[in-house]
Structures are given as C-alpha cells and as structure tokens.
T-cell receptor, first 120, second 108 residues
C-alpha cells in the first residue's frame, strides 16, 4: 500500500494567478499520476509523471497550463497556471503500488486526499 | 480511447434492500477496480479484479468481472446507511479510465 499526502488541502485563488500543489508518498514509486475531479464528476487523468523524464499529458491538457515536476521517487508537484474559474476543481495525485490480498500481490492505484481549488 | 460507463448514475435505496451497479467498458482490459468516495474525501480502493469470472466480497459488497462481456458488477446486499457514497469503477493497467460514478444513497 501507499500513504499519500497533498498540500494544500484547499485554496481560494484569484483569476490569473498560479497555484502549486505538492504530493508526497511514503515509499518510492515509479509512476505518479495527477487527476482532476470537477464537482459531481468523475476523475480525468491530467498527466503521468515519471522520475527523470518529462510528464506525459493526456489529450486536452498541456504543459504550459499544468507544469509538473518529479524531482525524486517520492515527490511531485502540479502547478495550475494562469487560473480561471473553470479550473475550480479537486486535484488528486495517485501512485501505483502493490496491495496484498490474501496471498497474492496486485498493483492498484492509491489516491491522495485531494486539493480543493476554487478560483474567483 | 477506452470508455467506461456506469449505471445507474444515481441510486436511492432503502435499508435492507439489494441492488446491483453495472460497469461496462469498451475495449479489452486485464484489470478492473472498484473505488468508494465519500463526500469531500478521496478515493478508497475496494476491489481489484484480475481475471474473467473473478468474484470478490467484502461485507455487504460483492464485485464480479466478465471480461468477455466487458462488464463488471458491484452487488449490494441488505444495504445499510453507511454504504451511502459514490462508487467508481476503473479500467486499465498503468493508465486508469474511470467510470462516470454511481451516487448511492441508502435511506433508513
């Protein structure tokens, strides 16, 4: 399993500013993921962050708007740049780690508590 | 792109009743996950289903997977209020595709 923390837990920001969200995991992981969850909606993958390489962005998300850093195997940041009210959402990071069920190990994704962002 | 659909989107049921949530996905996948999300909280992993015919149970929840039909079900038995939450299925390996979610309300 993996324990993930995020900072900040919530923030209210002005239009045009930027916010950097931090994600810390308690073990070394290869892949970290950033998701967005708009109110009442499902989760949408923004990008996958591997240590030592550029993040891979999903369709509709670009590096200039959502720059990501992955300086080591336990930490990542997501910046929401030049914010607008449409960016108001919950941002979640997740990691893939082993979980043990009975005697078998399987990979699953564990999620951080999320960052609730409101842009005015 | 893989599409994942859940139904129903909203479910209101009385305590003690049984119901099933369905998760359909559009292409083959070797892994199917179920998550629970309480209001204002993050996602909690419930089940990982890895093979055709896999069935897993935890308390009043039972999940199954039919890879040929590209269908997973989450069955709720004798619902209790504590099960009220939003349930998501997700499909994929390294990259997850999430279903639309089912908002479950159990009424006393």
């Amino acid at each position: 399993s993996a324990v993930i923390s995020q900072k900040p837990s919530r923030d209210i920001c002005q239009r045009g500013t930027s916010l950097t969200i931090q994600c810390q995991v308690d073990s070394q992981v290869t892949m970290m993921f950033w998701y967005r969850q708009q109110p009442g909606q499902s989760l949408t993958l923004i990008a996958t962050a591997n240590q030592g390489s550029e993040a891979t962005y999903e369709s509709g998300f670009v590096i200039d708007k959502f720059p990501i850093s992955r300086p080591n195997l336990t930490f990542s940041t997501l910046t929401v740049s030049n914010m607008s009210p449409e960016d108001s959402s919950i941002y979640l990071c997740s990691v893939e780690a082993e979980s043990q069920e009975l005697s078998a190990y399987t990979d699953t994704q564990y999620f951080g508590p999320g960052t609730r962002l409101t842009v005015l | 792109e893989l599409k994942v659909e859940q139904n129903p989107l909203f479910l209101s049921m009385q305590e003690g009743k049984n119901y099933t949530i369905y998760c359909n996905y559009s292409t083959t996948s070797d892994r199917l996950y179920w998550y629970r999300q309480d209001p204002g909280k993050s996602l909690e992993s419930l089940f990982v289903l890895l093979s055709n015919g896999a069935v897993k149970q935890e308390g009043r929840l039972m999940a199954s997977l039919d890879t040929k039909a590209r269908l997973s079900t989450l069955h709720i038995t004798a619902a209790v209020h504590d099960l009220s939450a939003t349930y998501f299925c997700a499909v994929g390996g390294n990259q997850f595709y999430f279903g639309t979610g089912t908002s479950l309300t159990v009424i006393p």
